[in-house]
C-alpha cells in the first residue's frame, strides 16, 4: 500500500512542479557553498604552500609551490564537480605536455580561469593582477610561487622574458582583469612587448562558460543556474617577429579573440568551432 501511495505521488500532476520549484532553492544552497569553499580552500593553500616550503626561495622551491598550487586547484575543482556546481571540458591540449616557452593567452571570464589552467599547467607562471597581488590571503601562493605581478610593467616584461629563454610557459589574461562587459575587454600591451622580447610561441586558449560565477562585478547574491559549464579549447598559434610592435601585435590578437566570442545573456561562448 505505501508503495502504491509513493507511485500515485510520483505520477501525479503535481510533482515536476515541485520538483521545479526546489530546484533555484537547490541552485542557491550549491552557490553559497561553493563561494564558502572557494575561501576555505584559499585559506588552506596559502596555509600549505607557507608550512610546506622552506623560506628561502629558489627555483626549486618555486616549481614546488606551484605544483602544490595546481594539485589544489584540481582538488577544488573536483569538490565542484561532486557537488553538481560545475562541468569542465578540454579540448585541443592533447599535446600540452610538450609545450615549452610559450606564453598562454586566454580570455577571462572569471577567477575559475586561473585555476582551470593551473591544474592542466603545474609549472607554469602567470601573471597576476593588481589586486590579488596585493590581497592579503591570495598574495601568498602567488609569491610563493614566484609569480609575476602585471605592475610595474617593465618588471613584468623583464621576468616574463626570462621565464620564456629559459624554455618555461607563463600564463597570462591579456584583458588585465575579468570581463567585465560583453565577451571580451581591451586587451592590454605589456603581455605583447613580453612575447616579441622573449621570442614566445604564443598559444591561445579561449574559455567558455555559461554563467558569471565569481565574474567581475557580480553579486554574491545574484542567483545561477547550476552545474556551470566550462569549455577551455586551443586556437591558433602565432609567432610574433622581433621587430614586430607590440600595440599592433596587441591588436591582432584581441581582434582574433573578439571575432570568436559572443556573449548569450550570461553565457560567453565560442563561435567559431566546437570541435
Known amino acids: 500500500m505505501a508503495i502504491d501511495r509513493l507511485a500515485s505521488v510520483e505520477n501525479s500532476a503535481t510533482a515536476p512542479v515541485s520538483r521545479s520549484e526546489s530546484r533555484p532553492l537547490r541552485d542557491s544552497v550549491r552557490l553559497h557553498a561553493a563561494y564558502a569553499l572557494y575561501l576555505a580552500s584559499a585559506s588552506w593553500l596559502a596555509a600549505s604552500v607557507l608550512l610546506r616550503l ?35 571540458e578540454y579540448v585541443g591540449f592533447e599535446d600540452s605536455s610538450n609545450w615549452r616557452a610559450s606564453l598562454l593567452c586566454a580570455n577571462h571570464p572569471s577567477i575559475f580561469d586561473a585555476l582551470l589552467l593551473f591544474q592542466n599547467f603545474p609549472h607554469a607562471a602567470c601573471v597576476v593582477g593588481t589586486n590579488p597581488w596585493r590581497h592579503p590571503l591570495f598574495s601568498i601562493p602567488a609569491r610563493q610561487a614566484a609569480y609575476i605581478p602585471s605592475l610595474p610593467a617593465l618588471r613584468m616584461v623583464k621576468e616574463t622574458r626570462s621565464v620564456l629563454s629559459q624554455g618555461g610557459n607563463m600564463i597570462v589574461f591579456p584583458e588585465g582583469t575579468r570581463t567585465r562587459e560583453g565577451a571580451l575587454g581591451p586587451f592590454l600591451d605589456g603581455f605583447a612587448l613580453s612575447a616579441i622580447k622573449g621570442g614566445a610561441t604564443v ?23 547550476m552545474p556551470i559549464h566550462f569549455r577551455i579549447s586551443t586556437g591558433e598559434v602565432f609567432h610574433p617577429g622581433p621587430d614586430e610592435r607590440a600595440r599592433y601585435f596587441s591588436q591582432t590578437l584581441e581582434k582574433y579573440f573578439r571575432a570568436r566570442l559572443l556573449r548569450e545573456g550570461e553565457a560567453i561562448l565560442r563561435t567559431d568551432c566546437h570541435a
Open 54 to 88: 622552506p623560506a628561502r626561495r629558489d627555483e626549486a622551491s618555486n616549481l614546488r609551490a606551484r605544483e602544490i598550487i595546481s594539485r589544489h586547484s584540481a582538488r577544488y575543482l573536483d569538490q565542484l564537480f561532486r557537488m553538481g556546481c560545475i562541468r569542465c
Open 203 to 225: 598559444r591561445t586558449i579561449f574559455i567558455e562558460c555559461t554563467s558569471r560565477f565569481l565574474g567581475k562585478a557580480i553579486s554574491f547574491k545574484s542567483p545561477l543556474e
